[in-house]
């Protein structure tokens, strides 16, 4: 099955606490994409990597850190630094066509502060 | 102005009538165009997608594209209650600039 999945569906954090979030895609897509979503409130970016070994900060980086060490992982860390962490976080990757660039998401965490 | 805006709603329809939800957009070097479809507690789904001007068939859904007014629209005909659920307009300009959404309209489906 190609898709992109995260995991864990439900995690909940400790004040002070580090989390981290995985992405997984097989789908062979260059470009991956981090996201929060607030109840009735719109997709916000959080980080994105286009390439390998490179990626640059969305519009709400602070409190939040990236890697991309391999192409099909993009593994988002929530840090102690992120004050009000409770959200529902997606993970996105971008197919490039003759037409243009599509995300597809995965499933979705959504994170609980307790 | 926000980049992407959409009708928060809710926007009520009943089962079998023209649902019509409308995106306008701020970039005109914008080129492609997308309609996500995101039930409740769920990640978003690509519905439709559309990059030229004109309109775009899809089963019981149409997108309409019309660059010059920056204006994008979905049509859903004959409205089921299972097509309930929020619908976000995306918009990207290609090059590897970031896709842009909009907060999403919610639609009620009433039996």
């Known amino acids: 099955d190609g898709g992109i999945t995260q995991s864990p569906k439900y995690l909940f954090r400790k004040e002070g606490q580090n989390v981290t979030l995985s992405c997984e895609q097989n789908?062979?897509?260059?470009?991956m994409y981090w996201y929060r979503q607030d109840p009735g409130q719109g997709l916000r970016l959080i980080y994105y990597?286009?390439?390998?070994?490179?990626?640059q900060k969305g519009d709400i980086a602070e409190g939040y850190s990236v890697s991309r060490e391999k192409k099909e992982s993009f593994p988002l860390t929530v840090t102690s630094a992120q004050k009000n962490p409770t959200a529902f976080y997606l993970c996105?990757?971008?197919?490039?066509?003759?037409?243009?660039?599509?995300?597809?998401f995965g499933p979705g965490t959504r994170l609980l502060v307790l | 102005q926000k980049e992407v805006e959409q009708n928060s709603g809710p926007l009520s329809v009943p089962e079998g009538a023209i649902a019509s939800l409308n995106c306008t957009y701020s970039?005109?070097?914008?080129?492609?165009f997308f309609w996500y479809r995101q039930y409740s507690g769920k990640s978003p789904e690509l519905i439709m997608f559309?990059?030229?001007?004109g309109d775009k068939e899809d089963g019981r859904f149409t997108a309409q594209l019309n660059k010059a007014s920056q204006y994008v629209s979905l049509l859903i005909r004959d409205s089921q209650p299972s097509d309930s659920a929020t619908y976000l307009c995306?918009?990207?300009?290609?090059?590897?600039?970031?896709?842009?959404f909009g907060a999403g309209t919610r639609l009620f489906v009433k039996a």
């Open positions: 970039d005109r070097g914008s080129q492609s």
């Open positions: 990597s286009q390439i390998v070994n490179d990626f």
């Open positions: 995306a918009v990207n300009r290609g090059g590897g600039f970031k896709t842009i």
């Open positions: 996105a990757s971008r197919m490039t066509s003759v037409h243009g660039e599509t995300q597809y």
């Open positions: 559309i990059y030229s001007n």
């Open positions: 789908l062979n897509h260059d470009a």
